[in-house]
């Protein structure tokens, strides 16, 4: 059984037994939806511009405002840069890298995995990536393969976001099971920040929503991906991109601090025709809302006398 075809060309997964849902989109390979069925709720986060067609608009003077503009949430996979624009020898990159920009190819597909693979053209490297619909919520498989006989170096950063669900006054998040600040809105403030902390060892990270019982778990190598970025916004960007209107935070494993160290693309190395692995997991528990308990009057408490 192949995937079925979503919204906007994206493939559509489902978990063995049913429990949740996962929307791919070729554009990035980007899971752009993560659903628990019996409840209906949405994981991640979704913008209400994510199916706009951008073949005829007008670019933006950079690609750090043209990706702002796009951006529609869910999971990218950031390589072979992750950040601001930058020049490595006498090669551009874009923000956040060329793959979350190309269009990968769909190699293979049933109904609740696809592969996906794109040969980048700013570095010699080729990325294949296997999307997997599981019991506990998705994975991601990713093979990065140098396909020169040159020494690669490069940055990898995972970036899934998880939207409105999971952002209230009492959420909370965990590194290695270690509270972590955050910044949460209390009623209708705004709150918003960005950190980059060390996860070597610690190669998990909760979100929890305990009023709307959700909790997430992001799942990486922490060898390979030693720190994590955690970036929030909820409604504190009044004006572009967001106008006000986002909640969001993001989990995201990476492999080098956000701001750039040394002259080179990344930390990470490839000799000529290696590969290298990863794999990532966000698991997901969704408390399902259960009947109102009905109200004997044997058992009411009564007025003393």
């Known amino acids: ?39 209906g709720t949405e994981l991640l986060l ?16 950079s690609s750090n ?9 869910g999971w990218h996979t950031l390589v072979p840069h992750a950040g601001d624009a930058r020049t490595v020898d006498g090669v551009e990159h874009p923000f956040h890298g060329e793959a979350a920009w190309r269009r990968w190819r ?5 109904a609740c995995s696809c592969t996906l ?24 498989v990713q093979q990065v393969v140098n396909h020169s006989p040159r020494t690669v170096a ?33 009623g209708s403030e705004p709150a918003g920040g960005f950190r980059s902390l060390r996860a070597r060892g610690r190669g998990d990270a909760e979100l929890r929503n305990d009023a709307a019982g959700i909790v997430v778990v992001v799942r990486w190598d922490p ?14 960007t009044a004006g572009f991109p967001w106008y006000g209107t986002v909640d969001a935070v993001a989990l995201e494993p ?37 009947p109102t308990p009905p109200t004997h009057p044997h058992h009411e408490a009564k007025e003393p006398r």
């Open 154 to 186: 490069f940055t990898w950063t995972e970036h899934p976001t998880f939207g409105g669900a999971l952002a209230g006054p009492g959420s909370t998040v965990s590194l290695g099971g270690e509270p972590v600040e955050a910044a949460f809105p209390l």
């Open 254 to 290: 990476a492999c080098r601090p956000y701001d750039v160290e040394g002259e080179a693309l990344g930390p990470l190395v490839l000799a000529g025709g290696e590969t290298m692995t990863a794999r990532f997991e966000i698991a997901a528990t969704v408390r399902r809302p259960g």
């Open 1 to 39: 059984m192949t995937a079925a075809a979503g919204t906007g060309g994206r493939l559509r997964l489902r978990s063995p037994g049913g429990e949740h849902a996962v929307e791919v989109d070729p554009t990035g390979a980007r899971v752009a939806s993560l659903e628990h069925t019996p409840t």
């Open 223 to 236: 060898d390979l991906f030693p720190y994590l970025h955690l970036w929030q916004e909820h409604r504190a």
């Open 106 to 110: 769909v190699v293979d597909q049933d």
């Open 46 to 61: 979704r913008l209400p511009w994510e199916d706009e067609d951008w073949s005829g608009a007008y670019p933006s003077s």
């Open 117 to 140: 693979e794109v040969v980048l053209r700013t570095v010699p490297l080729t990325l294949r990536r296997t999307v997997r619909a599981t019991p506990a919520g998705v994975e991601a």
């Open 65 to 73: 405002e043209e990706w702002h503009r796009r951006y529609a949430g």
